[in-house]
């Protein structure tokens, strides 16, 4: 029997199934107001009796955990904690926090071709042909700093190359107001820290970054989401929550969105910042898949604000290798001794061996090509989708751009959908 349905050995039959059903309600794999399987589709997937399944689902049923709707089955209960929309400290728990163990299980266990959602590209795609040569370069310095802790701020000449990449794109920033992240992932921590308390609302948008909400639960903020289209994120929707809740920050990508792959339109742009201003809130923008852009032509909040109420955020982890770890936030100038002083507090400091090697590929062309490869081959999978999903009955986004991600409608419980197909190999 395929592991995912083994049952608890320790346990009664009816005991296992309630806690079989339970994990996954807890790892989201079934959520609020969902459907979960007939007592008959999940006693023939356990291999148990219909009785025993019956019994234990009356068991949630009992303890709140589902609901039995008559001629219908039974669906997770989807019973919210309300607040009132000025109570800042109350938090309203609408998605529990994602159970990070099984996050780690799917992103480390299952093989790449079955996690097309995991956001990581296929190694052939983004090996990189100098990596060893860059690695052996900087191992014959390693005397000169492996024993020092280094530049809290991070490897000085990555940044000053960063800030010159930078200001070709528009962004005009000194290496002054950089510093080195373990990833976005850390740059999303420290600002949430540095804007935030338990309590507060930040928004992010629907869809989006599963690890982010989940992270900023963590933090005990009040997550949001706000409708996102391929024009940027509702307008109207928008200025109800800023109303409504005060957000002191907004997370969002304006190029690539991850999952949507598309791009912020100007007018869109302009709408926000001005609610940034009015609200006096700030933005998180994780510029994280930039480098894909053909000639780096896109609008971004940042090239149109210059870093007043923009944190920028970005990392070479996806185009480059997922274990060197090396991302760069840029902070409005104010900002800037609060964000070193967390990151002191947090790790004391980046490792600049990774940060020296990533800048070496970068100052030898290698980072060039390995993006020009990278966008080549984007460019003939989603050229393939276009073919491809007509014939199996979906339609190919129309705004999607030639990103990491596709987000496609196919008109059913995609809950269920990845469960099977899981199921199925």
Request: charged share 20%.
């Given at each position: 029997m395929d592991s995912s349905y083994r049952l608890n050995p320790n346990l009664t039959k009816t005991a296992a199934v309630a806690?079989?059903?339970?994990?996954?309600?807890?790892?989201?794999?079934?959520?609020?107001?969902?459907?979960?399987?007939?007592?008959?589709?999940?006693?023939?997937?356990?291999?148990?009796?219909?009785?025993?399944?019956?019994?234990?689902?009356?068991?949630?049923?009992?303890?709140?955990?589902?609901?039995?709707?008559?001629?219908?089955?039974?669906?997770?209960?989807?019973?919210?904690?309300?607040?009132?929309?000025?109570?800042?400290?109350?938090?309203?728990?609408?998605?529990?926090?994602?159970?990070?163990r099984w996050l780690l299980q799917v992103l480390n266990n299952t093989p790449h071709h079955l996690s097309p959602g995991s956001g990581t590209l296929p190694n052939d795609w983004v090996r990189n042909d100098k990596m060893e040569w860059a690695i052996r370069q900087v191992t014959q310095q390693a005397d000169d700093f492996i024993y020092n802790y280094g530049n809290i701020q991070g490897y000085l000449p990555l940044r000053q190359q960063f800030a010159r990449h930078l200001n070709?794109?528009?962004?005009?920033?000194?290496?002054?107001?950089?510093?080195?992240?373990?990833?976005?992932?850390?740059?999303?921590?420290?600002?949430?820290?540095?804007?935030?308390?338990?309590?507060?609302?930040?928004?992010?948008?629907?869809?989006?970054?599963?690890?982010?909400?989940?992270?900023?639960?963590?933090?005990?903020?009040?997550?949001?989401?706000?409708?996102?289209?391929?024009?940027?994120?509702?307008?109207?929707?928008?200025?109800?929550?800023?109303a409504a809740y005060r957000p002191k920050l907004y997370l969002t990508n304006s190029v690539f969105h991850n999952p949507t792959s598309y791009h912020l339109h100007p007018a869109r742009a302009h709408q926000v910042l001005n609610l940034i201003h009015k609200y006096d809130a700030y933005i998180f923008e994780d510029d994280l898949y930039a480098s894909l852009v053909p000639n780096g032509q896109a609008l971004r909040y940042a090239s149109l604000d210059q870093f007043e109420r923009v944190f920028y955020a970005t990392g070479f982890s996806k185009l480059m290798a997922s274990g060197w770890r090396v991302g760069m936030l840029v902070c409005p100038d104010k900002f800037i001794d609060d964000v070193i002083r967390i990151k002191i507090l947090s790790n004391s400091n980046t490792p600049e061996f990774g940060e020296r090697v990533v800048h070496r590929l970068w100052t030898h062309g290698e980072y060039r090509r390995q993006i020009k490869k990278v966008q080549q081959n984007l460019y003939l999978a989603h050229q393939r989708l276009r073919e491809a999903l007509p014939k199996i009955g979906l339609e190919y986004p129309e705004h999607t751009q030639a990103g990491i991600f596709i987000w496609v409608d196919t008109k059913q419980d995609t809950g269920q959908l990845a469960l099977d197909a899981y199921n199925e190999g």
């Amino acid at each position: 029997m395929d592991s995912s349905y083994r049952l608890n050995p320790n346990l009664t039959k009816t005991a296992a199934v309630a806690e079989w059903l339970q994990q996954r309600i807890d790892w989201q794999i079934y959520l609020p107001n969902q459907r979960v399987p007939s007592v008959r589709k999940l006693a023939k997937l356990l291999n148990i009796s219909s009785f025993t399944v019956a019994q234990a689902y009356e068991q949630l049923v009992a303890t709140n955990v589902l609901i039995a709707k008559p001629s219908s089955g039974y669906y997770v209960n989807a019973t919210l904690r309300l607040s009132h929309q000025h109570a800042k400290n109350e938090r309203i728990n609408k998605y529990p926090v994602i159970d990070t163990r099984w996050l780690l299980q799917v992103l480390n266990n299952t093989p790449h071709h079955l996690s097309p959602g995991s956001g990581t590209l296929p190694n052939d795609w983004v090996r990189n042909d100098k990596m060893e040569w860059a690695i052996r370069q900087v191992t014959q310095q390693a005397d000169d700093f492996i024993y020092n802790y280094g530049n809290i701020q991070g490897y000085l000449p990555l940044r000053q190359q960063f800030a010159r990449h930078l200001n070709t794109l528009g962004l005009k920033v000194r290496a002054d107001y950089i510093v080195t992240t373990a990833g976005v992932s850390q740059s999303v921590t420290m600002v949430g820290q540095l804007l935030t308390q338990a309590g507060d609302t930040v928004l992010v948008d629907s869809p989006g970054w599963y690890w982010l909400s989940s992270c900023l639960q963590q933090q005990g903020l009040n997550v949001i989401a706000v409708d996102r289209d391929h024009q940027g994120p509702s307008i109207e929707q928008l200025q109800k929550l800023f109303a409504a809740y005060r957000p002191k920050l907004y997370l969002t990508n304006s190029v690539f969105h991850n999952p949507t792959s598309y791009h912020l339109h100007p007018a869109r742009a302009h709408q926000v910042l001005n609610l940034i201003h009015k609200y006096d809130a700030y933005i998180f923008e994780d510029d994280l898949y930039a480098s894909l852009v053909p000639n780096g032509q896109a609008l971004r909040y940042a090239s149109l604000d210059q870093f007043e109420r923009v944190f920028y955020a970005t990392g070479f982890s996806k185009l480059m290798a997922s274990g060197w770890r090396v991302g760069m936030l840029v902070c409005p100038d104010k900002f800037i001794d609060d964000v070193i002083r967390i990151k002191i507090l947090s790790n004391s400091n980046t490792p600049e061996f990774g940060e020296r090697v990533v800048h070496r590929l970068w100052t030898h062309g290698e980072y060039r090509r390995q993006i020009k490869k990278v966008q080549q081959n984007l460019y003939l999978a989603h050229q393939r989708l276009r073919e491809a999903l007509p014939k199996i009955g979906l339609e190919y986004p129309e705004h999607t751009q030639a990103g990491i991600f596709i987000w496609v409608d196919t008109k059913q419980d995609t809950g269920q959908l990845a469960l099977d197909a899981y199921n199925e190999g």
